[in-house]
């Protein structure tokens, strides 16, 4: 009896962390004139952080560069030789971090820390990084203005490319939104 107390304990408790982060990962690989271009990504979230890494071809380096140096506020920036690196603190405690080298991105949020709408603006911008470095060609980036709504969908449109462009905006949103709902509830029951 008191093995199976303990077992139904490990599974309630191995179930409860696995509600509590959601990881998820992607890799791409492109053949090109013999050569391999190989790009990878991996968001992971959880109650109380956000990580974001990827590896990517050194010809993305740019505009990744270029993004986040748009997005995040060049008073936290840091040039470490070949690497570029944000971090903010509070209380002396850093809460934030992101380190840009050739071909690797990593980001790290202590949610703990940091404002729900900073969290929303990394988590934007890890979702938008992540299609930039999964892309198979290289093209131009045109940021999202947050606050525009997007067009409305053609609901005659048959172009693979524009439906999956649009269901990959609707299941981030959806993802967003379920988040969001768990921060409050976590917010509430405090």
Known sequence: MKKLTMTLALIAAIGAFAQSTSSSKSTSRTT??????????????SSDSYQFEARFDEDKHSEVRRILQERLSPSYLTDVGSAYEWEREVGGRTYFNCRLTENKLRLSLNLELSS???YDLID??????RDIIQKHETQTWTPMIPSSPSPPANPNSTDPQLLDQELREAERELARAQRNVERLRKKKGN
């Open 32 to 45: 090109t004139s013999g050569s391999t271009i190989s790009s990878e990504s991996s968001i992971t979230r």
């Open 116 to 118: 729900d709408d900073f």
């Open 124 to 129: 934007e911008l890890g979702d938008d990084l």
